[in-house]
């Protein structure tokens, strides 16, 4: 069982800058693929981004060049470093854990954190 604890959040300006971390407990930290997702209110979870150990990472286009993931496996944490903030970025934002490398759907997210709110102002 990985438990996942999420700090960061709140509101910002449109193009400001503002950090989420995440930090898990109950299980061998590099062995999993972490993660953030978010929801929108009315739309569908979305990946963010995703790092697995060995410094791979994933974003969609969505995020590319503006947001940067960063895991620290001796701490147990990740980060998500969100830059140039837009009004459509304002959703709910998960931690999220995957054992293994093979992620492709959010269904098959393993673990969750409680979600913090980033509301981005226009």
């Known amino acids: 069982q990985v438990h996942l604890v999420e700090s960061g959040g709140g509101l910002v300006q449109a193009g400001g800058s503002m950090t989420l971390s995440c930090e898990a407990s109950?299980?061998?930290?590099?062995?999993?693929?972490m993660g953030w997702i978010r929801q929108a209110p009315g739309k569908e979870r979305e990946f963010v981004a995703i790092?697995?150990?060995?410094?791979?990472?994933y974003y969609p286009d969505s995020v590319k060049g503006r947001f940067t993931i960063s895991r620290d496996n001796a701490k147990n944490t990740v980060n998500l470093r969100m830059n140039s903030l837009k009004p459509e970025d304002t959703a709910v934002y998960y931690c999220?854990?995957?054992?293994?490398?093979?992620?492709?759907?959010?269904?098959?997210?393993?673990?969750w954190g409680q979600g913090t709110q980033v509301t981005i102002s226009s």
């Open positions: 790092s697995w150990s060995g410094d791979s990472t």
């Open positions: 999220a854990a995957r054992r293994g490398r093979i992620w492709l759907r959010i269904s098959a997210t393993d673990y």
């Open positions: 109950g299980a061998t930290f590099s062995s999993y693929a």
